[in-house]
């Protein structure tokens, strides 16, 4: 069992930055691939960037890429999501997710993780 929690969220301007850390609890989060996704109001949960366990593959979305980036630090059992650049289009519940990692098991498709955080609320004013 994963137990995720965010936090790093807030109000930022247009063209601010921000960022978001997600806790995670057991031992074997160096085993999981790490994902950040994104539900804006009235809209589906959208993926916005993911981690492999050793940090060694990134994946974003077109939406984000150049401005976000994605890490981790296995010591602390913490993913971050550096925001740059943030538009006021970026504002949505935030979440982290958690799964097994496996070779060929894609880490964009929100039904593959098990694990999620709360969320986090970003707001980007213009």
């Known amino acids: 069992q994963v137990q995720l929690v965010e936090s790093g969220g807030g109000l930022a301007q247009a063209g601010g930055s921000l960022r978001l850390s997600c806790a995670a609890s057991?031992?074997?989060?160096?085993?999981?691939?790490m994902g950040w996704f994104r539900q804006a109001p009235g809209k589906e949960r959208e993926f916005v960037s993911a981690?492999?366990?050793?940090?060694?593959?990134?994946l974003y979305a077109d939406s984000v890429k150049g401005r976000f980036t994605i890490s981790r630090d296995n010591a602390k059992n913490t993913v971050y999501l550096q925001m740059n650049s943030l538009k006021p289009e970026d504002t949505a519940v935030y979440y982290c997710?958690?799964?097994?990692?496996?070779?060929?098991?894609?880490?964009?498709?929100?039904?593959?993780?098990?694990?999620w955080g709360q969320g986090t609320q970003v707001t980007v004013s213009s």
């Open positions: 981690v492999t366990p050793s940090g060694g593959i990134t």
């Open positions: 057991g031992r074997t989060f160096g085993s999981y691939a």
């Open positions: 997710a958690a799964d097994l990692f496996l070779i060929g098991k894609p880490m964009d498709q929100s039904r593959l993780y098990n694990y």
